[in-house]
């Protein structure tokens, strides 16, 4: 027996001591019709918890639910590796990674459901339908506002409750995203408001880590793989969103109101669409490569975009010129250090 394959069977015998345990563990009922999908009785109690947890004490978090209930999501637990939890549209499945802390999973719950929510309203789950101006405004609003629909949750769990587990767990993971939601409002147990909303919203673009993270995973490996794999033609970039149109899709209050209804060009401010260096690399390289490869055309809208990192040029002073190469190499060392920083930041 491998040192790996006993490690496992130690775990399958602690596991199996502990099912035995769970006999007698009593389900509690759900305080709204979420369907939960679990094999131990364990397992099944925990994840009514965390729906009640939500149902019971938040209005906002009860509504985002209820939606996601009723386009018929089902809550799950499954192992995984760098991730909290995810949502998947087509299977309608949230999925929560069962290793992690009760309170955490609360918050990613929360977050998770209205991505649910999100996609009942007309969202997409597909990378590449939009040019990249448009797939940048759509997807990191498609984040800050899941953030801010956990945050609010977090918030009303705490207020009504008493129950603090779920606002600690948030506030420590989304440390600019907590503190603009808080200095937003006017006591520290103020009902939500749609001011209180609009900050947690811009504090998500505060976390370039977060910001950074989701550009990677969103946008340059999508269009990095492509390349490799010549799968361009899967990847049009050509449709068009605007930010009234992103943020009357995603950007709701508890009563179903756009919280960005005083500013819907929102995600047109400037430093809501800067990217860092490599995504403009990454850019040329699959719209040149596309070009050559199947004469697509190339998509201009990220040419003004300003460029993060320390030159903070606006990517069209590079374009095609070749020296968006350059750019990253000179700035290498801080580039490798932020890297290493975002590998580590948990995406969910
Ligand atoms: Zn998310």
């Excluded at 027996?1 to 509690?28: C, D, H, T, Y």
């Amino acid at each position: 027996m491998s040192e790996l394959n006993e490690v496992f069977a130690k775990k399958r015998k602690s596991q199996g001591s502990k099912n035995q345990g769970n006999q007698q563990i009593q389900v509690p009922s759900k305080a709204i019709p979420f369907k939960t999908k679990a094999r131990k009785p364990k397992d099944q109690a925990r994840l009514v918890k965390f729906i009640n947890t939500i149902a019971e004490s938040s209005p906002f978090g009860k509504s985002v639910l209820e939606e996601a209930a009723s386009a018929g999501y089902t809550l799950c637990f499954e192992q995984q590796k760098d991730s909290c939890g995810f949502c998947d549209p087509d299977s309608r499945m949230i999925v929560l990674n069962p290793t992690l802390p009760d309170n955490l999973l609360i918050a990613t719950l929360a977050h998770e459901a209205r991505h649910a929510q999100q996609f009942c309203r007309g969202a997409s789950a597909e990378f590449g339908q939009y040019n990249v101006k448009s797939e940048i405004m759509y997807t990191r609003a498609e984040e800050a506002d899941a953030e801010t629909a956990a945050a609010a949750t977090c918030h009303e769990i705490r207020i009504n409750s008493g129950n603090d587990g779920p606002w600690k767990s948030f506030s420590s993971d989304s440390v600019e995203i907590a503190t603009e939601f808080m200095n937003a409002a006017s006591s520290k147990d103020a009902p939500v408001s749609d001011k209180m909303l609009q900050a947690a919203f811009n504090g998500w673009y505060k976390a370039t880590d977060m910001v950074e993270a989701y550009e990677e995973g969103y946008i340059q490996d999508v269009m990095n793989e492509a390349v490799q794999y010549k799968d361009e033609q899967s990847y049009p970039y050509d449709k068009k969103i605007s930010s009234a149109d992103i943020v009357t899709m995603f950007c709701q209050n508890a009563e179903g109101k756009c919280y960005w209804n005083n500013n819907k060009d929102v995600l047109n401010e400037k430093e809501k669409l800067s990217v860092c260096a490599e995504t403009i690399t990454a850019c040329d390289k699959f719209f040149v490569t596309r070009n050559k490869r199947y004469g697509s055309e190339m998509d201009n809208s990220y040419l003004d975009m300003p460029v993060r990192d320390v030159y903070n040029l606006p990517a069209k002073t590079r374009h095609h010129k070749n020296d968006g190469k350059e750019i990253a190499n000179s700035n290498k060392d801080m580039k490798t250090a932020l890297i290493a920083k975002i590998k580590a930041t948990k995406i969910r």
